[in-house]
């Protein structure tokens, strides 16, 4: 009789949410497939309500995807041809392509190597007569340092929009992500900590000016009267179908937070100790959502990917987020950086990699990934 080997343990497993909540999910579908009504309906109105509560601003405007709530809030504050902005260098392409969707110019500052996140400190060398806002990224689930971006965006100018795909409900002293900055850009892409069965994405903001000028964008700048565009717009609306299953996973995103930092915190207590592995910093006064578990490989890349491949042949899936830093991406290659201007950027892209987290992650696959890692360390480090 021979034993068959453990099931492989993926980053992410969706069919395991699905499993819980399946009846529950059918029904709200079907309520709004009896209703008939598809796009900005009771469902979105709703969310766009519940939403703005849990992260603590006034107004949330549902849109077709988190790239869209960055396009449209950097339209809303005022970015167009020309401008330039301010954002990390190591971030998904979404980030920086927002801006140049516009026609302005993405300007990059370069991260912390403790939290990711972009350093305030590196922000002000970066502005120019031509700055227009900054976006700071709340990486992994991390909140950037927010107080020292708004004070220095505040004496010099400039508008703060957060991008807050990955850190839905993370806390910065006490406040909640999103609701930080002058506008906060959501993605519900469906490996987010909430994520819908689609596309979709909103954007939060206190100000009355901005909800009303961000419904318009996208509506093709209509306002009073459907038919008449006051301004050029988008057509990019949150479906009643993605906010009805994202209305109830709402109800069940503080317990799947709890999961992700319970889980991250045995990740930390098993991995802290094994030589050339440096665990996630949680910066003082951060809640970290753990979006992803992002563990660093010391070594100039190479080794970090032997480690990965390591791991792959023992069933653990690995992810690394991201492997080329946005100003060394193809696409920017006019702007003119050099490999060497962003060393923190630079140096992440070359060690990171993010292990299996979710809610539904049990205790003894997060073992099993601690023990192939920390024996993948030792073969690749013992040649």
């Known amino acids: 009789m021979t ?26 579908l079907d309520e709004v497939l009896e209703s008939q009504q598809f796009i900005l309906g009771r469902q979105v109105q709703a969310l766009e309500e519940e939403l703005a509560r849990y992260c603590g601003a006034r107004f949330a405007v549902g849109v ?10 950097l339209h809303a504050a005022g970015v167009g041809p020309g401008d330039e902005v301010i954002v990390p260098p190591f971030s998904y392409i979404a980030t920086a392509d927002a801006v140049s969707l516009l026609g302005a110019k ?27 806002a900054i976006v700071p990224v709340h990486l992994y689930g991390q909140a950037a340092e927010m107080d020292a971006i708004i004070e220095l965006a505040r004496r010099r100018g400039l508008r703060v929009i957060e991008d807050n795909a ?14 930080l900055g002058e506008m906060g850009c959501l993605s519900f892409f469906p490996t987010k900590n909430l994520g819908g069965y689609g596309d979709g994405g909103m954007i939060l903001t206190g100000s009355e000016d901005l909800n009303q000028r961000l419904r318009s964008l996208r509506m093709h700048g209509t306002r009073a009267h459907k038919y008449i565009s006051e301004e050029q717009g988008w057509n990019s609306r949150l479906d009643e179908l993605q906010a009805a299953v994202l ?10 937070k709890a999961a992700r930092q319970a889980h991250a915190a045995r990740y930390t207590e098993l991995l802290e100790n094994i030589p050339g592995v440096t665990v996630p910093a949680v910066a003082a006064g951060c809640e970290h959502v753990y979006h992803q578990y992002t563990i660093r490989i010391a070594g100039s890349g190479p080794e970090r990917d032997r480690v990965q491949k390591r791991l792959a042949e023992r069933g653990m899936a690995t992810t690394v987020y991201y492997p ?29 990699l993010s292990l299996p987290i979710y809610p539904e992650l049990s205790r003894a696959q997060i073992e099993r990934v601690a023990e192939a890692l920390a024996a993948a360390m030792r073969e690749v480090f013992s040649r």
């Open 64 to 73: 077709a995807s988190g790239t869209d709530a960055l396009i449209l809030g």
């Open 324 to 352: 080329v830093p946005l100003h060394l991406q193809p696409m920017y290659a006019s702007l003119g950086y050099k490999r060497g201007e962003m060393p923190e950027a630079e140096r992440a892209a070359s060690e990171v």
């Open 247 to 256: 209305r109830l996973k709402l109800g069940h995103l503080e317990e799947w």
């Open 166 to 179: 990955q850190a839905i409900g993370a806390k910065y002293r006490g406040r909640t992500t999103g609701s």
């Open 3 to 28: 034993s068959q080997s453990p099931q492989p343990i993926p980053m992410l497993d969706l069919r395991a949410q699905y499993a819980a909540l399946r009846k529950e999910i059918r029904a709200a």
């Open 106 to 132: 993405p300007a990059f500052a370069d991260i912390r190597p403790e939290t990711f996140n972009i350093d305030p400190g590196r922000i002000e060398a970066r502005i120019t007569p031509r700055t227009k």
